[in-house]
C-alpha cells in the first residue's frame, strides 16, 4: 500500500464507545485525509490534515474528530460510536507537487452495533 | 459540493467484450483521474487527465476528458476478467488533491 498501514483493518464495537483508527505513513507527505465509503455514497472526506496540528474539516465531520502530533501519524477519533458510523474508512495521503494523486490505504472496517 | 455522476453503476459483461464508463459534471474541474478499486483494498489510481479533449491509453484502456473539462470516459477493450473491479472517477478544482469530489463508482464484472 505504498507506505500507508491502517489499524485496526477491522473492528466491531458498540453504540456510544469510544473509536480510534489510526493511520501510518513512510512516504514524508504532507497532506492526509479520512474518508469514509458506502454504498450508493462512493468515498466522502471526513478531516483532512496539512501538516502537523495542521487539520481541517471535510464534507462529513459531524461526530469526528482528528489528530496529527507527528508528520507520519493520523489518528480518526469517534468519540461516541453510532450505528450509522458503520463503514469502512480509508486513509490517503498526496503531495503538494503530487497533480491530485491521491495513495490510499488498505482501508479499515467498522461495524457499530 | 460539485457532483459528479457516473455510469452504468453496474455492468456485467463477458470476457472479450468492449465497455465504457462515463463519469459527467455541471463543474469544471482543473483534473480528473480515475481509480480502480478490489475488494478489501483501498483505490488504486489508474490516471490523471489535465488537458480539455485529452485521450490517454493505459494497454486496453484509453481514457477521454472532455473538451470542456466537465466529464470523462473509460473505454476498455477486449475485457478481461481482471479487468473486475469498482472503477471510480474523482474531480479536482485545485491542487488539493483530497478535497476531490468522486463519483460512486461503476462495479464492473468480466465473466470468463
Known amino acids: 500500500d505504498a507506505g500507508i498501514t491502517q489499524s485496526p483493518r477491522h473492528k466491531v464495537t458498540e453504540t456510544g464507545t469510544p473509536v480510534t483508527l489510526r493511520c501510518h505513513q513512510t512516504?514524508?507527505?504532507?497532506?492526509m485525509y479520512w474518508y469514509r465509503q458506502d454504498p450508493g455514497h462512493g468515498l466522502r472526506l471526513i478531516h483532512y490534515?496539512?501538516?502537523?496540528?495542521?487539520?481541517d474539516k471535510g464534507e462529513v465531520s459531524d461526530g469526528y474528530s482528528v489528530s496529527r502530533s507527528k508528520t507520519e501519524d493520523f489518528l480518526l477519533t469517534l468519540e461516541s460510536a453510532t450505528s450509522s458510523q458503520t463503514s469502512v474508512y480509508f486513509c490517503?495521503?498526496?503531495?503538494?507537487?503530487?497533480?491530485?494523486?491521491?495513495?490510499f490505504g488498505a482501508g479499515s472496517r467498522l461495524t457499530v452495533l | 459540493t460539485q457532483l459528479l455522476e457516473q455510469s452504468p453503476q453496474f455492468l456485467s459483461i463477458q470476457e472479450g467484450e468492449n465497455l465504457t464508463v462515463y463519469c459527467n459534471s455541471s463543474?469544471?474541474?482543473?483534473?480528473l483521474q480515475w481509480y480502480r478499486q478490489e475488494p478489501g483494498e483501498g483505490p488504486v489510481l489508474l490516471v490523471t487527465?489535465?488537458?480539455?479533449?485529452e485521450v490517454k491509453k493505459l494497454k486496453r484502456l484509453t481514457f477521454q476528458f472532455g473538451d470542456a473539462r466537465k466529464d470523462s470516459s473509460l473505454h476498455i477493450t477486449a475485457a478481461q476478467p481482471g479487468d473486475t473491479g469498482l472503477y471510480l472517477c474523482?474531480?479536482?478544482?485545485?491542487?488539493?488533491?483530497?478535497?476531490?469530489?468522486f463519483g460512486d463508482g461503476t462495479t464492473l464484472t468480466v465473466k470468463p
Open positions: 490517503a495521503i498526496s503531495d503538494p507537487v503530487g497533480a491530485n494523486v491521491l495513495t
Open positions: 490534515s496539512y501538516g502537523v496540528k495542521d487539520t
Open positions: 463543474s469544471v474541474f482543473s483534473s
Open positions: 474523482a474531480g479536482a478544482r485545485n491542487t488539493n488533491a483530497g478535497k476531490s469530489t
Open positions: 487527465v489535465v488537458t480539455g479533449g
Open positions: 512516504e514524508n507527505h504532507r497532506y
